[in-house]
């Protein structure tokens, strides 16, 4: 019994010295290690990249390029076709084409549709529209709408504005008096936001017009077609 257990003692105490072949199979290892984990952070960095959001079939995409950059569009053509015709017949014969958004009031809207560079007001030949405010829309932040004269409600023509927040006052409460929405910003709600903080001022009678006029055009709008 005695001899047995010097035996197992003199085991146990044995130091387990690692060869050169087994540490550098432990290097190998750690390195796989690290490659395998890099590449499973960047294939999970490339399922996370936000895709680019797309247009329902039967609506239309609208691409304003501006200024600031470029800001798209969701038009609701399936729901209100006479309000996005309307605005399609504008964008076709390239009349918004070196416009500006000449109203401008941070927290509320940014307008535009009506006036170039040097505040000269577009000649405008097309008849106003029908207001379709009452069919449900409503003025949700990043919201394109029509702009009409506040106390004509079948006003609207070329002259539109996209809301900077949900503006409750301006959707239709009775007798259709409300602001005709007809598609939302779907990509560039960044470009709208830097153009309502550039600075505003007042110029012959009009208020919160850009200061600098640059800052706020646009320079094309233009149809994408469907694929």
Same mark, same amino acid.
Request: charged residues 20%; positive net charge; without cysteine.
């Given at each position: 019994?005695?001899?047995?257990?010097?035996?197992?003692?003199?085991?146990? %105490?044995?130091?387990?010295?690692?060869?050169?072949?087994?540490?550098?199979?432990?290097?190998?290892?750690?390195?796989?290690?690290?490659?395998?984990?890099?590449?499973?952070?960047?294939?999970?960095?490339?399922?996370?990249?936000?895709?680019?959001?797309?247009?329902?079939?039967?609506?239309?995409?609208?691409?304003?390029?501006?200024?600031?950059?470029?800001?798209?569009?969701?038009?609701?053509?399936?729901?209100?076709?006479?309000?996005?015709?309307?605005?399609?017949?504008?964008?076709?014969?390239?009349?918004?084409?070196?416009?500006?958004?000449?109203?401008?009031?941070?927290?509320?809207?940014?307008?535009?549709?009506?006036?170039?560079?040097?505040?000269?007001?577009?000649?405008?030949?097309?008849?106003?529209?029908?207001?379709?405010?009452?069919?449900?829309?409503?003025?949700?932040?990043?919201?394109?709408?029509?702009?009409?004269?506040?106390? %004509?409600?079948?006003?609207?023509? %070329?002259?539109?504005?996209?809301?900077?927040?949900?503006?409750?006052?301006?959707?239709?409460?009775?007798?259709?008096?409300?602001?005709?929405?007809?598609?939302?910003?779907?990509?560039?709600?960044?470009?709208?936001?830097?153009?309502?903080?550039?600075?505003?001022?007042?110029?012959?009678?009009?208020?919160?017009?850009?200061?600098?006029?640059?800052?706020?055009?646009?320079?094309?709008? %233009?149809?994408?077609?469907?694929?």
């Amino acid at each position: 019994m005695k001899l047995n257990f010097k035996i197992l003692l003199l085991f146990i %105490s044995l130091p387990i010295l690692p060869t050169h072949l087994t540490i550098t199979a432990q290097n190998e290892i750690k390195q796989e290690s690290k490659t395998e984990k890099k590449k499973q952070k960047q294939n999970f960095q490339k399922n996370q990249t936000p895709q680019e959001p797309t247009v329902p079939k039967g609506n239309v995409e609208v691409i304003f390029v501006t200024s600031m950059g470029k800001i798209r569009l969701d038009l609701f053509k399936q729901k209100d076709p006479v309000t996005v015709n309307n605005f399609l017949k504008y964008v076709k014969s390239d009349y918004y084409n070196n416009t500006i958004f000449h109203r401008i009031i941070d927290g509320f809207i940014i307008q535009g549709g009506a006036y170039d560079i040097n505040f000269n007001a577009k000649e405008n030949k097309n008849p106003p529209i029908k207001n379709n405010s009452d069919i449900g829309l409503k003025n949700l932040t990043g919201t394109i709408a029509m702009a009409r004269k506040p106390n %004509s409600i079948d006003s609207a023509t %070329s002259q539109f504005f996209i809301n900077l927040t949900n503006n409750k006052n301006l959707d239709s409460k009775e007798n259709n008096n409300g602001y005709a929405v007809f598609g939302k910003v779907i990509s560039g709600m960044d470009v709208v936001q830097k153009i309502a903080k550039i600075k505003v001022g007042q110029l012959e009678g009009m208020y919160n017009v850009p200061f600098y006029p640059k800052e706020a055009l646009i320079l094309s709008v %233009s149809v994408k077609e469907p694929q």
